[in-house]
């Protein structure tokens, strides 16, 4: 007998400072993830700098995808990192550059 292999949902997300700073991270539960990360628990940048709000999160084919796609992320300017929050971008708009 085989094993099923269980398919698990992953995101990218990007959370707000109080200061206006960007945070991308990746997680297979939001919810939790941002209680870790109100609780101090989830990075030490947010530790340091503090949660305003999630003000993204886009579903991601697996948690290879997620990762590039945050790797990404991480590496664009400010800019752009808030056409992607207001337009509401998905995985795929972004890793293909409709951001700019």
């Known amino acids: 007998m085989s094993a099923v292999k269980h398919s698990e949902k992953w995101f ?6 109080p200061r206006g700073q960007y945070y ?22 947010l530790k340091r700098n503090g949660v305003k709000c999630m003000v993204w999160s886009a ?13 990404h992320i991480q590496g664009l300017p400010k800019k752009h990192k808030r056409v992607i929050v ?6 795929s708009d972004i890793m293909n550059g409709y951001y700019r």
């Open 12 to 17: 990218v997300y990007i959370i707000e400072t």
């Open 24 to 45: 991308c991270g990746t997680t297979n539960n939001l919810k939790r993830r941002l209680e870790q990360h109100r609780t101090g628990k989830g990075s030490k940048y």
């Open 59 to 71: 579903a991601a084919p697996d948690r290879s995808e997620a990762c590039k796609c945050e790797t």
């Open 86 to 91: 207001n337009c509401e971008m998905d995985v």
